[in-house]
């Protein structure tokens, strides 16, 4: 399985940009999908996962309304759309596919992308 | 939001030390536990799910307890390949948290 990450870069305060995770490996739409991010020497943040339908979508507090999730399953995509982002949102952003597919029980990240770098400058 | 506070925030051990991390849920998240482990510029790798199953393909030195609010990772006889920073994950209810995580050096 593999994910991987495309579309950060530098980006001015106040505007947007869509980060993809192109997953190969697995049955990509069988599985719930998330993003993490890592501000530069802090820990991971959690932020946002999708139902492997796409229907369903929890985001974090502090990326409501600014962020928003989507997944195109018939190319194994998942995409996060980035809205009037600040300099708090300088992070390396990870996409993580869950470990089951099971709807209840416990679950995990597993595996990870390695990231793709947003700096708001 | 359920807050996972984790303790401490960094140590120094020894090869050969016992080492044990602690992480503590607000409420109780039953074994919706997990533990990765990340090196710098690396992507996290997982540990342990579900409280004290160990991952496979993770040495056997590494385990995971703890039910309710309470868990610990311990590593049992530290290798230096094992210095990095070490994260508690709760994936009860849909919004899933980290602790601050756990910085582990070896002297």
């Known amino acids: 399985v593999q994910l991987v990450e495309s579309g950060g870069g530098v980006v001015q305060p106040g505007r947007s940009l869509r980060l993809s995770c192109a997953v190969s490996g697995t049955s990509f739409s069988h599985y719930a999908m998330h993003w993490v991010r890592q501000a530069p020497g802090k820990g991971l943040e959690w932020l946002v996962v999708?139902?492997?339908?796409?229907?369903?979508?929890h985001y974090a507090d502090s990326v409501k309304g600014r962020f928003s999730v989507s997944r195109d399953n018939s190319n194994n995509t998942l995409f996060l759309l980035l809205n009037n982002l600040t300099a708090d949102d300088t992070a390396v952003y990870h996409c993580?596919?869950?470990?089951?597919?099971?709807?209840?029980?416990?679950?995990?990240?597993?595996?990870w992308g390695q990231g793709t770098l947003v700096l708001v400058s | 939001d359920i807050q996972m506070t984790q303790s401490p925030s960094s140590l120094s051990a020894s090869v050969g030390d016992r080492v044990i991390i602690t992480c503590r849920a607000s409420?109780?998240?039953?074994?919706?536990l997990n533990w990765y482990q990340q090196k710098p510029g690396k992507a996290p790798k997982p540990l342990i799910y579900?409280?004290?199953n160990l991952q496979s393909g993770v040495p056997p030195r590494f385990s995971g307890s703890g039910s309710g609010t309470d868990f610990t990772l311990t590593i049992r006889s530290l290798q230096p390949e094992d210095s990095a920073t070490y994260y508690c994950q709760q994936s009860y209810g849909p919004s899933w948290t980290f602790g601050q995580g756990t910085k582990v050096e070896i002297k």
């Open positions: 999708i139902s492997s339908d796409g229907t369903t979508k």
């Open positions: 409420q109780s998240i039953t074994r919706h």
């Open positions: 579900a409280a004290s």
């Open positions: 993580a596919k869950v470990a089951s597919r099971a709807l209840a029980g416990p679950n995990w990240f597993d595996p």
